[in-house]
């Protein structure tokens, strides 16, 4: 029996060796690149499926009220036009009321609208835009006393910021997002006002509400600033107070960009360019670190040259960028734990 056995063992190992040789002409396995492979999937970026034609028509929603700033009734309208499509998308919703005065002493109610998504939770993220456009087109040819209707500086932050909520309602991201609308950002002292430029007669509405948030002692991660994000081949430099205050989130929200290939939109480039933006006061008053996301025109060396004028339509507004910033803004909200 034990001869047996030993019979059987050898016939065992030899037909063993025939296997192994026989798969001698097949390409080893390459644990490393097994181990690579892995990481790659791991670090795939998953593209968000933001809705540009749905960001659009929320601006274009805004554009058809009128111009829309601090007193008048499409001001009114608009403001719970808002409020209540925040709301619709399972935000908690309020309408911030307070007094100010213009550069030129004129007193105005201001509303910010301010809602909530997940309030319980603790970790949140800031997003906002103002929603007000300039009462008077001082940086026109024609009709500088006119309105006007605001459909990138203005409106297009809040478009893409809505689109973003009806995002949020879907997908449940694990973090607490809220989306502030600031009013009277654009109703500060014209250059041409007075010899001295006082750069705290802009961004009224934020200013009002960093020194009385909506919820005592607010907190967030960081805030995010949206400010004229419709036009054709924007680019988004990392500006002056953004890195100033915030160079961490800059960096953040600028390597997903590269991530998704979107490197062409948002540049290293360092400028200078934004003097006084809602951000500031963010960041000085209420002390969260926060970045904005603003167009720079190379040609003017400063913002898109449809800045305070009547060119401020509908038809400057590009849905290949606001696609852009949509999908930055949802992959970095998804990416947060």
């Not at 805030?223 to 953004?242: C, H, P, Q, R, Y």
Request: aromatic content about 10%; hydrophobic content about 35%; charged content about 20%.
């Amino acid at each position: 029996m034990k001869q047996r056995g030993s019979l059987i063992n050898s016939i065992y190992l030899l037909l063993i060796s025939i296997v192994i040789l026989s798969c001698g002409d097949d390409k080893p396995i390459n644990k490393q690149s097994i181990k690579n492979e892995s990481s790659t999937v791991k670090a795939t970026i998953h593209r968000p499926d933001f809705n540009s034609d749905s960001a659009y028509f929320f601006i274009q929603q805004q554009v058809d009220f009128g111009p829309r700033f601090p007193n008048n009734k499409a001001h009114t309208d608009c403001a719970e036009y808002l409020k209540n499509k925040l709301q619709s998308y399972g935000f908690e919703t309020q309408i911030q009321k307070g007094k100010a005065k213009t550069f030129n002493n004129k007193e105005i109610t201001i509303k910010n609208i301010i809602g909530e998504f997940k309030p319980e939770i603790e970790k949140r993220i800031l997003l906002f835009a103002h929603w007000d456009t300039r009462p008077f087109a001082d940086q026109d040819k024609e009709k500088l006393t006119e309105p006007i209707l605001g459909a990138n500086d203005g409106g297009s932050g809040v478009g893409v910021l809505i689109e973003v909520a009806r995002q949020i309602s879907i997908l449940n991201p694990k973090v607490g997002v809220d989306i502030i609308f600031f009013d009277a950002e654009d109703y500060g002292q014209p250059s041409s006002a007075m010899s001295l430029m006082n750069s705290d007669s802009w961004c009224l509405g934020s200013q009002f509400w960093a020194k009385n948030p909506h919820k005592p002692n607010y907190k967030a991660q960081y805030g995010i600033l949206l400010d004229m994000v419709g036009t054709e081949n924007a680019i988004f430099t990392k500006e002056s107070i953004s890195m100033q205050y915030a160079p961490d989130v800059v960096n953040k929200v600028w390597n997903i960009a590269s991530s998704l290939g979107y490197s062409k939109y948002f540049t290293n480039e360092l400028t200078y360019f934004v003097g006084v933006d809602d951000h500031k006061y963010v960041n000085t008053i209420a002390n969260i670190p926060s970045i904005d996301i603003i167009n720079y025109d190379r040609n003017t060396g400063n913002f898109h040259h449809s800045w305070h004028t009547h060119k401020d339509d509908m038809k400057i507004i590009n849905k290949a960028t606001l696609s852009v910033v949509g999908e930055v803004l949802l992959t970095l909200l998804y990416s947060e734990n």
